[in-house]
């Protein structure tokens, strides 16, 4: 079976699946706008390339959430279930 391989769109080298990577971008065109004249594409990038091109008031929240799962998963054990909302009766 052949592993995908991804390409940054900001630095041109390979994304490897080492969290916070592989990172992935969703353009959209006219946003908001009639339907017809929408389109999406996805890029792929590092995450680090991603942070570095941000304007300093944009922030990259989920890289922090992000480690902070990996964290708890560190602490809690990789095969434990992440709680979901409560189920009710």
Not at 28 to 42: F, K, M, N, R, V
Not at 49 to 57: D, E, F, G, N, W
Not at 74 to 82: A, F, K, R
């Amino acid at each position: 079976m052949n592993t995908p391989t991804y390409q940054c769109c900001f630095c041109g080298k390979t994304v490897e699946p080492v969290p916070p990577d592989v990172g992935s971008l969703l353009f959209t065109t006219c946003h908001g706008g009639p339907s017809d004249l929408q389109h999406e594409q996805i890029d792929f990038c590092h995450a680090e390339c991603l942070r570095a091109r941000l304007h300093p008031s944009a922030t990259l929240y989920a890289v922090d959430l992000l480690k902070l799962a990996l964290r708890k998963r560190s602490v809690d054990g990789p095969d434990l279930p992440v709680p979901g909302p409560p189920v009710s009766s």
